[in-house]
Structures are given as C-alpha cells and as structure tokens.
C-alpha cells in the first residue's frame, strides 16, 4: 500500500515527485506546492537537511550483511542519549552482547535493531514494523520503551500487531488501497476510531468502502467446543536436551476445534509440535497414533525452485476442485503466485503457500507454528476465517501457535499454556477454557485487556483506569 514508502518520504530518503516518475522534481518545486499547509514547515527541514532522524528498517536480515562485530559494538556506535543502560536489561540484551551479529536469531537481531534506534538523539524516529519473530513479552517490553520515548520526542510506527497498536499509539493513519498497484493514508484519527474503522472496512470521515467484509469478534466463539467429541490424546510426555527441559503433562484435541498455544520464546512450543507431528521422538512418554497429521513448521525453507502450483499439486490431488480453489487459493490471494518458483517468493507470500500446503493434506490433525508471521492485518483475519471453516468443515482438530493476541482471540475455542524459564525448562499447562487460560497468561505478562463494543480485545494502556 506504500507504508513503508511514506515513511522514506517523511525521513528524506525519497524525494515526492508530485506524479512525474520519469524526471526528478526540485525541492522548490515541491515547497511551492505546499505553501500554507501544515507540511511545509516540515518538508523545508527535510530539504535543508537539518532534521536528524532514527529509524528501525522493515528487513532487519540486511543488517549482518553491512555490519560486522559484536552487538556491544554496534550498539556502541548509536548510544548517543547514553540510554543503553535502561535499554538493554528491558529487552534482555545483556547475555548477547559479546555474540557476533551474524550469529543471532531473528528474535534478536530484531530486539537489537530496536535498541539501536532508540538510542539515537534524533527529532524524530520511525520503526517499521517491531513485532515480528518477538514473542508477546517481548512485545509488550519494546511498547513500553517507545511509550517512554514518545513522551519527549514524537515516534512514526508502522506495525500490523492490533493489540500493540492500540497500546503504543496515540493516532492512527489507515493505508488502503490496491497492493502494489495504488495506495491512499488517510488524515489522522484516534486510535479506537481507526483501528475499529479498519476493521470494519469502511472510513466515515472519508465515505469511503475499502473492503467487502467486516471483520467480526464473536463475543463467545470459545463456548462451542464443549459439546464436541475427543478427537486426539495427548499423551503425557518430557523432552531433554542439553540444556533444556520440556514436560507436556497431556490434554485432548476435539473434532473440529481450534487449540491455541500461547507462551514466551523458547519455553518448547515448536519443541510440543515437532513431538506431535513426528518430527522429534520423546525422551518418557509414547505418542502412539494412527491418526494422520499435518504439520507447518516455525520456520519456513524455500528449497525449492519448482512452481508453487507444482509444490501445492504434490501436497493434494484435489488441486482441481473448486472448493479447494475457493476455500484454500482465493482467500490466501495464491492465484498470482502460481507460477513463481517457490524461492523467489518474499516472506508473507511464503508463509501463505505454506498455510495452503499445510491444510491441503489429507489429515486428522493439523499443526501451525505462527501462521501471522509476515502477513498483514488483511491476511491474518483470512487466515483465521480458513483454518475456523476448516476445522468445523472436515471435522478435524487444529491446533494454533502464536503470538498475535487477537488471532489468538478469533481462532481459538480452548488454549494451552506455555509456562517455565525461557530457554531452560517449559511446561504445557492445559487446556484450559479460554477464559481461564487468557487470563493465567496476561497475568503472567502484567497486562489487562477489556473488550470494546465490537467485541475486540483491547489492550489497556499502562496506568490507565
């Protein structure tokens, strides 16, 4: 939609060109056009150069390849407000920093990115995107920090988490458009407006309908599933690495449920689906099944140059059928993709091939290891749309790791619970009915959420009544 392009404009990285794409257009030129608007004042400074500015890119795996040395190093270089000190132990950056950059995982190089940017001394700071590969608890920390900072020093976001929209933001801009194609950010409005505006798919101020469907949180999707039969046992089971230690103390999945999973990084989520799909064997317990299971990975690989109908016909024989075309291509957009060998693909279009292979299968039991990572608000609701009708259609168990709160929200019927020392030893508790299980994870994190009028989930802003 241009985000990300808007953002280049307001920090001087790009020069508008007022239409003409073919000539670069003179500064004059463009302060002529705005003379007597509020952005005059702006755009001169930007002009003159004489504004200093933070930013955190959208593609933080660009920053290994122009940057070489430790995280103390790196982080060094931007330490101009001399704030490190309360930075680093709020996103747990102490352990990593003698680690070379090029070995961190995404989590980390994303926390690092943040931290580096926030330390700068500048007018103004924009981030693209902080939430993704963190976990809810790291979330919440990066919000709390950029609250801080916001008090002194104005802050752009651009981010596709809701729940931490709503928390970190004061106003909000809604972009539509068609992607890729055209795109229009709206005038500011607050952010309870704006965020339930979006979602319903229509702005008032504008008169404008961007979107066919509203998206739509029923109040007590979690109250279907207690008339619904035992589909899959899961056994009481432990895993021991090393260093790590994982106890799963058992529970069930229902026919046509969907179970959320919710927990920090590294407490053994991934660890809990690779044992269930089969990919890692137990170290006590035996998971004895003859149901089928189908199983999304965390982390996607693109080893691959075959076509992604190729990759997708391979996972189902039913490609030609018009419910998967209806239920599966159409709502996942893959229909523009089809032809594109599977490692040209960017990260969202990725991760949504790899959602439709995944429930292309043939399978009792489906697996999906952070369906939202990469996707926009657009593709989450869908995502959440076809994995619900796919559950209650095939009467099938389905079972949902992330750390996206309203996905969480819309998807889930029950929740399990990851609890334990991150990196040392997780336990599964549950599951739980959803109100009792949200309710022992926020407690956990040290957050409240109400519900709005439209029955979204809103995250109450520290200190608030």
Known sequence: IGKSTAIKILSGQL??????????????????????????????????????????????????????????????????????????????????LDHDICTL????????????????????????????????????????????????????????????????ADTVHVGYGKPAVFGIITRPKGVRVGINQYLEGYLHEENVRFRETQVVFEKRAHEKGSDREDLFE???????????????????????????????????????AKLLAGAE??????????????????YIKADTSDPVEMYLRRCTPKFDSSAFQHEILEPLSLGPILQSPVDSLSGGELQRVAIAGCLARDADVYILDEPSAHLDVEQRVKVTRIIKHHAEGKEVGIMVIDHDIYLIDMISERILVFEGEPGVSGTAAGPFRMRDGMNRFLDALNVTFRRDQSGRPRINKPDSF
């Open 15 to 96: 020069r508008p060109n007022l239409g003409n794409f073919d000539t670069e257009v003179a500064w004059e030129e463009i302060l002529k056009l705005y003379t007597g608007t509020e952005l005059f004042d702006y755009l001169q400074t930007v002009s003159k150069k004489t504004l200093k500015i933070a930013s955190k890119p959208q593609y933080i795996d660009y920053i290994p390849k122009v940057f070489s040395g430790s995280v103390r190093e790196l982080l060094k270089k931007t330490d101009e407000r001399n704030r490190l000190g309360e930075i680093l132990p709020v996103l747990k950056l102490n352990t990593i």
């Open 105 to 168: 995982s995404g989590g980390e190089l994303q926390r690092v990115a943040i931290a580096a940017c926030l330390a700068r001394d500048a007018d103004l700071y924009f981030l693209d995107e902080i939430t993704p590969f963190l976990d809810i608890y790291q979330r919440i920390a990066a919000a709390k920090l950029i609250r801080d900072l916001a008090q002194e020093r104005p802050v752009v976001i651009v981010e596709h988490d809701l729940a931490i929209l709503d928390m970190l």
């Open 234 to 272: 899961i056994p009481a089971m432990t895993k021991e690495y090393d260093t790590f230690h994982l106890t799963i103390s058992g529970g069930t999945i229902r026919c046509g449920e969907v179970l959320g999973v919710v927990g920090a990084n590294g407490m053994g989520k991934s660890t809990f």
């Open 281 to 298: 064997t137990p170290t006590t317990g035996t998971l004895e099944t003859t149901l089928r299971i189908s199983y999304k990975p965390q």
